[in-house]
Nanobody
Framework: QVQLVESGGGLVQPGGSLRLSCAASGFIFVLNTMAWYRQAPDKERELVAVMDTDYNTQYADSVKGRFTISRDNDNNMVYLQMTSLKPEDTAVYYC????????WGRGTQVTVSS
């Protein structure tokens, strides 16, 4: 079955950086578009970044120029490099295969606070 395990979250000061990782299994990773989503308290889950099988990327306007999505097809991993973090980036971050929209991991908490 599809499994997604996110890691790398934590508490960081405004302006800081974090790198999130997602280990994927249970599907043919190289054939899947992968994405990162986030959900802040009392808000709906939103798309942050997506990378297709040709390494094309799209980003939410709020993170453009600060976040970078990448993938490692040899190891079934997807990453989210986050820089210049802001308090409004505080959320639980999830990765997802766009071919399995109902499958989510537990997410990883990112808190940006001084």
């Amino acid at each position: 079955q599809v499994q997604l395990v996110e890691s790398g979250g934590g508490l960081v000061q405004p302006g800081g950086s974090l790198r999130l990782s997602c280990a994927a299994s249970g599907f043919i990773f190289v054939l899947n578009t992968m994405a990162w989503y986030r959900q802040a308290p009392d808000k709906e889950r939103e798309l942050v970044a997506v990378m297709d099988t040709d390494y094309n990327t799209q980003y939410a306007d709020s993170v453009k120029g600060r976040f970078t999505i990448s993938r490692d097809n040899d190891n079934n991993m997807v990453y989210l490099q986050m820089t210049s973090l802001k308090p409004e980036d505080t959320a639980v971050y999830y990765c997802r295969s766009e071919s399995y929209p109902d499958q989510w991991g537990r997410g990883t908490q990112v808190t940006v606070s001084s």
